[in-house]
């Protein structure tokens, strides 16, 4: 996963996001280095917008913990996979979004863990 923290073009004019690896625990974490900028290959790792039927599912194999505020502290409970969850509203958090559910709980909106829809 990468942190876009600037961008420049190629000799050949070619749009390239520099980038910062946010992967603890690895190798490559904190280096900085360049990538292409093509939507073919790049793709936000957080949802962004409300989903259709204010509807997601858990896709983790370990669930998805929800907690009482936005920066993910406090935890409340944890949904098990293939939990359908009602989402309120997508709140902003620094560089994330989190989902706010209809019970006032918050949860994280990455794609990894979840996704739009009834699944």
Do not use: C, E, W
Not at 82 to 87: A, D, E, F, K, S
Not at 94 to 99: E, G
């Amino acid at each position: 996963m990468f942190v876009v923290t600037g961008y420049a073009r190629s000799n050949s004019g070619t749009l390239r996001y520099k980038v910062r690896d946010v992967n603890h625990g690895k190798k490559t974490a904190n280096k900085v280095g360049y990538i292409t900028a093509s939507r073919k290959y790049v793709v936000n790792v957080y949802y962004k917008t409300m989903p259709k039927n204010k509807k997601i599912t858990v896709i983790n194999k370990k669930g998805v913990n929800t907690y009482k505020n936005a920066n993910l502290t406090k935890k409340v409970k944890n949904y098990k996979k293939g939990t359908h969850l009602r989402v309120k509203k997508i709140v902003k958090h620094h560089l994330t979004t989190r989902y706010q559910l209809s019970n006032g709980t918050y949860l994280t909106a990455n794609k990894k863990l979840v996704i739009q829809g009834n699944y």
